[in-house]
C-alpha cells in the first residue's frame, strides 16, 4: 500500500510549486468551505475573480495552468491585476487560516495573544493589553517559547509606566531568568549542531557494534559535562530526531525500530512527554509502527498502531484529526500482509472518515489502494470499480502523474485477466498519447517496455506460452530486477509478469 509513500513525496514535489497552488492545495475541504465564508461567498460567486482563481486551483492540482486562468479572467492582457489579483488571494488565505486555525495551535496562539495586546497597547489600553500580555505569558512558558516570553516581559516593564499596580523589578527578574534560560538553549542548539555534523561526516552508526544507546552517550559526554543539560528534553529531543532520521535515511529499519522502542520507553520513565510535545509522542508511535512494517514485523506494527489511536485521545483528542489517517493507513499495511480482507474491509471505513472525505487528495488514494487490495483477491470487477470512481475523484488530479500511469497499467493487468484484450489494445494507444511527455523520458523505459509486453499478448493471448516471448519478458524483468525495490508501490507489475511465465 502506497499511501504514506505518495503523499510524503507530494509534500516534497510541493516545494517547487508556485506559493499560491501550494496554499491553496494544503487546505482540505473544510479549510476551503472556511476561507470561502470568510471571504464573502454567497450563493453565486461565479462573477468573483478570486473565487474562480482558487476553484480552478483545487480542481485542478497538478494540471492547474497559470497562463490559461490570466487569459480567463484579464483576456491575457492585464499582468498587473492579474499578480495583484494573486497576491490578494494569498493575503485572503494567510487571514482565514490564522483566524480558523490559531485556537489548536499553541505557537499561533502565543503570537495572537501578543498581537492583541500589542494593539491595545497602540491605542493607549494599558490594562486590556496586560491581560493579554499575560495570556501571552502563561502560553508561552507551557510552550517554552522563550524567545517570545522575553519580548512579553520587555513589553510588561515598560507598561508599568502606565499601571502603578506593575512591580516592574518583578518583570526584570523574570526577564532575567528567561535569558539565561535562551542561553541554555543556544548551548543546547550549539551541541545538537555539533553532534549531527559528527553523526553524518564519520558515519557512526554506519555499521557500529556499540549499542545505539551506549554509543550516543559516549559522543555527548565528548560535548559538555552539564550532567542535567544532557539529560534535559530539549537535548533528549534533539538526538532522537536526528538519530531517528539517519537511521532511516540508511533503511536501518532493524536498528530504527530498537532505537524508536528504547528511546520511546526512555522518555516515558523520565516523564518527558506532556501536552506540549504531545505531536512529538504520536510521530514516535507512528515511527515505530512503520519500522516494524518494513521488517515485516506486523504484529509489533499492530501493537504499536494500536498505542498510537490510544494516545490520539489524549488531552481531548488534541492531534487525533492529524494522525487519524495515519493510523488507518498503518493498520491497512499490515493486514495487507496478513488478512486482506480486513485490508479491505479497513480501506472502506476509512473512506468514509471525516479526515479522508476533507482531503481529496487522500481520499483519490484510498479508492487506488482499495482497487489494488480488491485486485490482489481476485476480485476483479470491484477493482475495477474502484479504479473508475478514483479517476472521476477531484483528488485524482493532484496525484502524481507517475502514480497516476501506474494505476492505468494496473488496470491493463486487471482487464488481461478478465480476458478483456480488445479494451488493452485500445487503452495502451491511449496512455501513450495521455502520458506521451512522461513516457518519452529515460526513467519511464521500464513503464514504456511493459505496456508494449502487454500488448503483444493481448493481441495474441497464446503469446503467453511462446519462447520467444518468455525470453522477451525475462529479459525485461532481469533488465530493470534492480528498479524493484522492497518499498510498497501501486500495482507491481514484475510480479504480474512473473506469474504469466
Known sequence: MPFVKYVLSYAAKSKYMDLLNEMVLLMDKHAARQFKIYSGSENDDSQRKDFYLFDNIRRLGEDYNDEKVFKKLYAGSDKNAWYRLKGRLIADISRSVFLHQHPNNDNMLCFYYTALAYYYESINAPRVALYFYKKGEDKSREIENYGLLDIIYSQITKLAREIPSINPELYVNKRKENRALLNRLSEVEDILAVFEYQMNANQYLAGAN????????????EYTNDEELKQSPKVQFGIYFIVSHILLQDKNYPGLTEYLISTYNSFSEKNFFNKSNHQHKLKMLSWIANAAIANKDYQLSLKYSELLHNEMQAFEKLYYDMFETFYYNIRVLNYSKINPDKAIELLQEMGKIKTVQQNAYYAAFTLLNLAEMYYKQKQFKP?????????????YKSVDSY?????N????MIRFDMKEYDFIEYRVKQLFKDYKDFLAKPEAAKEVEFMQLIQKAAESPGMLRKPEFRIEALKYLETYSNEWTKEEVLFRYNEWLEMKL
Open 409 to 412: 497499467i494496473g488496470e491493463l
Open 210 to 221: 556499540t549499542p545505539i544507546p551506549e554509543l550516543l552517550e559516549n559522543m555527548l559526554n
Open 383 to 395: 477493482a475495477i470499480v474502484n479504479l473508475n470512481k478514483a479517476y472521476g475523484h477531484e483528488g
Open 403 to 407: 502514480v497516476q500511469l501506474r494505476a
